[in-house]
């Protein structure tokens, strides 16, 4: 303890700085805890997300409901919150009007002041120093800190005055707005799955690196694509495969840089001959900057759909542990007849078109698709901006994350008919429950970081958690991309749910896994993504009592006719838990305010005391007073 008591001594030299911390410290306490928010399955909507970030999922128009209820109608509160939201945009749009004069500047100011004070209320000065550009900390200091109500419209009018003097109003409300946004979020958790189906994932990453506190709760999509990004060839098949399916060319192109040229050359010539058909992309958004022809995409995604099935086939055959040979499906295919063999029954192909199959050896790749692999695989191992995204989400990800006992994670924890936690042999041991999530977590780093004969595991292994039976991201008992593409039989494309989504509807098999991850059952909740909430056919996000919350609620286009609305947040602020239920996303519409319900009640105002935070504060302040006491005894001279 001294030696650590003298390395904070070199922090807080003296009695003062030490004392000093330590009231600061107290204060930060005895402030209401900031408000958290999570996201689930982003699935590269950029757009409907970065609204979401922008407005706090309503939050922000429901403080300037709580500011301006009685001064302005409701008409301009909605006009002033698309200016809080687009305010470049804004500015210009009103400026191209010829609507701004001074006196608009001058009120326009004057009501983000007030709504600029409401959101900063629960923060330290220094805090929401940190959210504010060097160059106007000052003025806003001033501004957002009168306390003489005699003098304060005063002391606005004149502060207002020299800020329109000197030419900075259009710039100051810009700022002025961004605080605002940056303020009314304070801690963002992401329940997994940003990447795949929508058309920019990597413009959310760029979003989520200039965040102040953000978290991330890896899901299946994701651990795709850090598996790609690792080198794991068949995760770097399926990534590609899923943009074809969905046409997002300007992810891969325009957003990591990523050469799709030999795909398309050797696409065009190993297919020529072949319409595929079964191949054509589902286009929910058109390529903006790579457009590519809808018959050349269809030949690219069934030539990487081959690669893919072959690399499964080999993946499933080194690794017999994983009991997977009954999902080798290539290499249960017989390509003379082109009929499969699935749980016994042979099924006939709708496609009898496969130029680089060979009958003798169907997973053997042909020597075109092994050079088209090693260009593809270069070509993600030197991507910098993939490589960025990818370590950022390594950072700041995880398989699970306990906060303010809230245990967040995207998928299930694997469970047996019984209700007994599903084990998983991972070289050789076996792992279940919270130390199945903590050694998958392990792997991935070792995937990502590793070297030799560990790296080679790990990253076969980011493939099994992509799509496994036992994997807690996955969570079903197969994926039927297979079936769904070359078996006309639908009852070969279920895809049937872990146990766990059945137990955990109930209280006490939620309670069973927050005591097992160490929590305080009373207060403690469960939050997952994963599995669409069909708000439409009566389903619930708030599930066993209100201990779990399911939150994927369709911000995917791809689900939003299955879930019958565009998504939801879950808030949690001082005094409440709320969901927000999200409407469709419309480019240049900001009127579609979400839905927002309360779904718990605190029982007191929560403080940043209440939080784990807080226990860490008073962790600090603790040893801060062991280091006073350790001043004023002699044992450690002041510097």
């Given at each position: 303890m001294e030696k650590y008591l003298r390395l904070l001594s070199k922090k807080y030299p003296t009695i003062d700085s030490a004392a000093s911390e330590i009231i600061n410290l107290s204060a930060i306490r005895s402030l209401p805890k900031g408000t958290e928010y999570y996201f689930s399955d982003l699935h590269g909507e950029y757009e409907s997300f970065l609204h979401m970030l922008k407005s706090a999922s309503g939050v922000i128009r429901k403080k300037l409901d709580l500011v301006f209820s009685k001064t302005l109608s409701n008409a301009q509160r909605e006009k002033l919150a698309t200016l809080i939201y687009y305010p470049k945009e804004e500015m210009k749009?009103?400026?191209?009007?010829?609507?701004?004069?001074?006196?608009?500047?001058?009120?326009?100011?004057?009501?983000?002041?007030?709504l600029c004070e409401s959101v900063s209320a629960k923060y330290t000065r220094s805090k929401v120093r940190k959210r504010i550009p060097k160059d106007l900390q000052y003025i806003f200091d001033e501004l957002l800190n009168v306390t003489d109500d005699v003098c304060k419209d005063f002391y606005y009018e004149e502060i207002i005055r020299t800020i329109l003097d000197t030419g900075i109003a259009e710039n100051f409300i810009i700022t002025l707005c961004?605080?605002?946004?940056?303020?009314?979020?304070?801690?963002?958790?992401?329940?997994?799955?940003?990447?795949?189906?929508?058309?920019?994932?990597?413009?959310?990453?760029?979003?989520?690196?200039?965040?102040?506190?953000?978290?991330?709760?890896?899901?299946?999509?994701?651990?795709?694509?850090?598996?790609?990004?690792?080198?794991?060839?068949t995760l770097i098949a399926n990534v590609i495969?899923?943009?074809?399916?969905?046409?997002?060319?300007?992810?891969?192109?325009?957003?990591?840089?990523?050469?799709?040229?030999?795909?398309?050359?050797?696409?065009?010539?190993?297919?020529?001959?072949?319409?595929?058909?079964?191949?054509?992309?589902?286009?929910?958004d058109d390529n903006i900057y790579d457009p590519v022809d809808a018959d050349l995409v269809a030949k690219m995604h069934k030539a990487i759909t081959i690669i893919q099935l072959k690399l499964?086939?080999?993946?499933?055959?080194?690794?017999?542990?994983w009991n997977m040979s009954q999902r080798n499906v290539f290499a249960n295919t017989d390509f003379v007849n082109f009929t499969v063999r699935i749980d016994g029954k042979i099924h006939e192909l709708k496609s009898r078109y496969f130029p680089?199959?060979?009958?003798?050896?169907?997973?053997?790749?042909?020597?075109g698709e092994k050079e088209l692999m090693l260009v593809l695989t270069n070509s993600f191992l030197h991507s910098e901006k993939l490589q960025k995204h990818i370590k950022f989400l390594i950072a700041h990800g995880s398989m699970y994350k306990l906060c303010n006992e809230n245990l967040m994670f995207h998928g299930c924890i694997p469970m047996n008919s019984d209700g007994g936690y599903m084990s998983l042999n991972i070289d050789g041991i076996e792992f279940s429950g919270k130390s199945l999530m903590d050694k998958t977590d392990s792997l991935v780093h070792t995937a990502y970081y590793g070297a030799g004969e560990e790296k080679k595991y790990a990253c076969?292994?980011?493939?099994?958690?992509?799509?496994?039976?036992?994997?807690?991201?996955?969570?079903?008992?197969?994926?039927?991309?297979?079936?769904?593409?070359?078996?006309?039989?639908?009852?070969?494309?279920?895809?049937?749910?872990?146990?766990?989504y059945t137990f955990s509807e109930r209280r006490e098999t939620c309670e069973q896994i927050m005591s097992e991850f160490g929590m305080d059952v009373r207060k403690g909740h469960i939050i997952n993504g994963h599995v669409p909430v069909k708000i439409k056919d009566g389903e619930s996000p708030v599930k066993a009592g209100g201990k779990l919350f399911v939150i994927d609620g369709g911000i995917a286009k791809a689900y939003q006719q299955t879930t019958g609305i565009a998504g939801y947040t879950l808030i949690y602020d001082s005094h409440t838990l709320s969901l927000a239920e999200h409407k469709p996303f419309i480019n240049g519409r900001c009127d579609n305010t979400p839905t927002v319900r309360i779904v718990e009640k605190m029982e007191h105002r929560m403080n940043v005391a209440d939080t784990d935070n807080g226990q860490r504060i008073l962790d600090e302040i603790d040893d801060l007073r062991r280091l006073l006491d350790a001043y004023k005894c002699g044992k450690i001279k002041q510097g």
């Open positions: 749009r009103y400026s191209d009007e010829g609507q701004i004069d001074s006196e608009w500047l001058k009120l326009t100011i004057y009501r983000l002041i007030l961004q605080v605002i946004q940056s303020l009314a979020l304070d801690k963002l958790h992401i329940i997994g799955d940003i990447f795949d189906r929508g058309p920019r994932a990597d413009i959310i990453m760029d979003e989520l690196l200039t965040l102040h506190d953000v978290d991330i709760q890896w899901g299946n999509h994701d651990i795709s694509w850090i598996g790609a990004a690792a080198g794991n060839q495969r899923i943009a074809m399916r969905y046409n997002n060319f300007d992810i891969l192109e325009d957003g990591y840089g990523l050469n799709l040229r030999a795909l398309a050359v050797f696409a065009g010539k190993a297919y020529k001959e072949d319409e595929c058909r079964l191949f054509h992309p589902n286009t929910f499964e086939g080999q993946l499933i055959t080194a690794h017999p542990e680089t199959v060979s009958p003798e050896s169907p997973l053997e790749l042909s020597q076969d292994f980011m493939w099994y958690l992509w799509c496994g039976e036992r994997s807690p991201l996955y969570g079903k008992n197969k994926m039927t991309f297979f079936e769904r593409i070359f078996l006309d039989d639908k009852s070969l494309h279920i895809e049937t749910y872990n146990d766990y």
